[in-house]
């Protein structure tokens, strides 16, 4: 589980726990003077497995495949076993029309929101396919209403979400006949730290954004956590290849 130290990440590793998953809970902990906005430390994190006999913190950034490479190993190492993996980790950014915003922008959720899944799937997939039931193991990606929409000056997260999209997509060709299967969820706006930073990017609240989703409020992150503990089960192998809209009935 990556991108576990808060939000959407932490609640789904707190609801695979209760399910009786054991969760490599995985992080990059950049701390509070992180850039664009505060990120979780290394404390938050062990706050999030603490509760857990089987859940491991592990700090890495998934811009670091060596950092992925390691985090699978000791999930290997310590369980013998790897059977789903939700590549949760991402930021945020936006505010101007593409024509105004700056390329690092761009590039910076590059690597993180889109090149992070790509990372992490490559880490990940190979300990899915070497189970001992790869049938029932499940690669499970977080996008976002703006993978499949335009959100207004939003216009390098929606290009990365888009491509988290493709990225699922393309590897579910890729695992035909594996039994392993591969899924997008895309959550609407989730009252999270995130969310918080993307009100701000706009001068507007996180209930103006929740009024573009028919249920008229932000989703919990555990309502989300729910969706993606669901896309790592066994039952969830009629998914594959899909875009699960987790947003509340979202309208551009
Ligand atoms: N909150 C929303 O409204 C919303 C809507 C749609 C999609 N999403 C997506 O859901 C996912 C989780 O978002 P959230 O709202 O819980 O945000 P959040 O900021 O609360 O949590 C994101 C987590 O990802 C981690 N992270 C960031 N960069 C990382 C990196 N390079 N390597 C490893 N970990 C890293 C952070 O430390 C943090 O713990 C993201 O992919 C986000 O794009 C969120």
Redesign the pocket.
Known sequence: M?????????STVDHLARDGWAVLA?????GPDAAPYA??DAA?LDAVAAPHAEVEAVV????DRSALDAAVARALERWGRLDAVVA?????GGGRPLWETDEAELDLLWD??AK?VWHTAAATVPALLAGPDPSGARFVA?????GTHGLFRMAAYNAV?HAVVGIVRGLAADLVGTGVTAVAV?????D????RA?AELYDATTDDLAAHQLLRRPLR?EEVAATLVFCCSREAAVLNGSVVSADGGFQA
């Not at 990556?2 to 932490?10: D, E």
């Not at 895309?186 to 989730?190: D, E, I």
């Not at 999270?192 to 969310?195: D, F």
């Open positions: 990556t991108g576990a130290a808060r939000g959407i990440g932490a995985v992080d990059a902990c950049a990120q979780p938050d890495a950034d998934v811009r949760c980790a991402g930021i945020v993180v929101d992070g977080v996008a976002s209403a703006a979400k895309s959550p609407g706006s989730t999270t730290a995130m969310l993307t992150p």
